[in-house]
């Protein structure tokens, strides 16, 4: 069966980088897109943006001004997974982060929950 | 880039229906996918290319538009039900995602 799978909770101090995790199985991984989304606080999801796995391309989304320069999508297709690298944390970067599969968003990893404080 | 407006939050008593609505700047002929989050949960996908339901999502969940305004409806709304929906849709041109605010349903 399909499953992406998100690497576990971060504590990270402002400034500091994290990588968050996305490994895929159960089906090609190649065939397609993964995106990736963040959801502060009981707040409402946001499309960071998605990267193309056949290529390597990646899209970051046009109006996250948030995250725009400090965000990096990037893949290891030998082992099926997807990577979300945001560098110079700041306290309002915290909030979990999602990937999803294609253009639908058929399929969810479970959630990263980044805390970024000192 | 578009905008999708959903109501902050609907009621419906237990199997009654209820419709959630999406309002966009222009639908330009195309349907919002539609999201179920529970609490402490990934989102779901229950209505994906205007009106189809993937694997597992049962039929009382159905999606429809008619104008700017999508809608997803809930035919005779179940406890389990209750939950936060999201629609969603590609941008102009399919280079952004927009989501919609988010519906917290509340299942009386």
């Known amino acids: 069966q399909v499953q992406l799978v998100q690497s576990g909770s971060e504590l990270k101090r402002p400034g500091a980088s994290v990588k968050i995790s996305c490994k895929a199985s159960?089906?090609?991984?190649?065939?397609?897109?993964l995106n990736w989304m963040r959801q502060a606080p009981g707040q409402g999801l946001q499309w960071m943006g998605w990267?193309?796995?056949?290529?390597?391309?990646?899209?970051?989304?046009q109006d996250f001004q948030d995250f725009i320069g400090r965000s990096v999508f990037s893949l290891d297709t030998s082992v099926g997974t997807a990577y979300l690298l945001i560098s110079s944390l700041k306290a309002e970067d915290s909030g979990t982060f999602f990937c999803a599969r294609g253009d639908y968003l058929d399929y969810w990893g479970q959630g990263t929950l980044v805390t970024v404080s000192s | 880039s578009s905008e999708l407006t959903q109501d902050p939050a609907v009621s419906v008593a237990l199997g009654q229906t209820i419709r959630i609505t999406c309002q966009a700047d222009?639908?330009?002929?195309?349907?919002p996918n539609w999201y179920q989050q529970k609490p402490g949960q990934a989102p779901l996908l229950v209505i994906f290319?205007?009106?189809k339901r993937p694997s597992g999502i049962p039929d009382r969940f159905s999606g429809s538009s008619s104008g700017d305004t999508a809608s997803l409806t809930i035919t005779g709304a179940q406890a389990e039900d209750e939950a936060d929906y999201y629609c969603s849709l590609r941008d102009r041109g399919d280079t952004n995602v927009v989501f919609g605010g988010g519906t917290k349903l509340t299942v009386l």
């Open positions: 290319r205007k009106n």
């Open positions: 222009s639908l330009r002929s195309e349907s």
């Open positions: 990267i193309n796995t056949k290529t390597g391309t990646p899209t970051y989304a």
């Open positions: 159960g089906y090609t991984f190649t065939s397609y897109g």
